[in-house]
């Protein structure tokens, strides 16, 4: 079965930028469209963004649209979530999750996922 | 967006126990929900999909009922691995927002 290892957390000041990485172990990562999902400490669940298979569709929460991009690379089976403009309620634990659906339009369940990158934004 | 409201926000249950914890959509998805459990410092784990379809590897005693905005997961009969925070999920028309969660704890 597919594995899932994030990277790429740490602590930033406020305002800055972080690149989050997720690295998938399989080949087969090309064929499915991934999500971000971020969890603040002791707290529920927050679905962040979702990527098609070849990339070409993305969509986004509300709440962070405009602050984050995810892109991925297929040739690396590497997904990926850049963040800009960071803030203290941005601090949380970000994980990666496979959905075994190709496209977005398509409703799928969220099977696989990583251990999570904790991102801290602090000053 | 859809919201998704879970009922009751914690559970004590005893070691065999059944129990049910339910999960309203603010409009209809169908059966577009999913359920997974979280244990603390851990990734969820996908459960039920498609409101009612047990994942592979999980066990029976676990099992999900409902249709349009009325859902539920019960566990017939409590074991001491099954104590974990549980999620529902929506996963339709581009959005894909879970519900605040339950704690279930041991009474």
């Known amino acids: 079965q597919m594995e899932l290892v994030e990277s790429g957390g740490g602590v930033v000041q406020p305002g800055r930028s972080l690149k989050l990485s997720c690295a998938a172990s399989?080949?087969?990562?090309?064929?499915?469209?991934f999500h971000w999902v971020r969890q603040v400490p002791g707290k529920g669940l927050e679905w962040m963004a979702i990527?098609?298979?070849?990339?070409?569709?993305?969509y986004y929460a509300d709440t962070v649209k405009g602050r984050l991009t995810i892109s991925r690379d297929n040739s690396k089976n590497t997904l990926f979530l850049q963040m800009t403009n960071l803030r203290p309620e941005d601090t949380a634990l970000y994980f990666c999750?496979?959905?075994?659906?190709?496209?977005?339009?398509?409703?799928?369940?969220?099977?696989?996922w990583g251990q999570g990158t904790l991102v801290s934004v602090s000053s | 967006d859809i919201q998704m409201t879970q009922s009751p926000s914690t559970l004590s249950a005893s070691v065999g126990d059944r129990v049910t914890i339910t999960c309203r959509a603010s409009?209809?998805?169908?059966?577009?929900l999913a359920w997974y459990q979280q244990k603390p410092g851990k990734a969820p784990k996908l459960l039920m999909y498609?409101?009612?379809h047990l994942e592979n590897g999980v066990p029976s005693r676990f099992s999900g009922s409902g249709s349009g905005t009325e859902f539920a997961l019960t566990i017939s009969s409590l074991q001491p691995d099954d104590f974990a925070t549980y999620y529902c999920?929506?996963?339709?028309?581009?959005?894909?927002?879970f519900g605040q969660g339950t704690k279930l704890e041991i009474k």
């Open positions: 990527i098609s298979h070849d990339g070409r569709d993305k």
């Open positions: 399989e080949s087969t990562f090309r064929s499915y469209a």
């Open positions: 999920q929506h996963y339709y028309s581009y959005s894909y927002s």
């Open positions: 498609k409101a009612s």
């Open positions: 999750a496979r959905t075994w659906v190709a496209a977005i339009g398509t409703p799928g369940a969220f099977d696989i």
């Open positions: 409009q209809s998805i169908d059966n577009w």
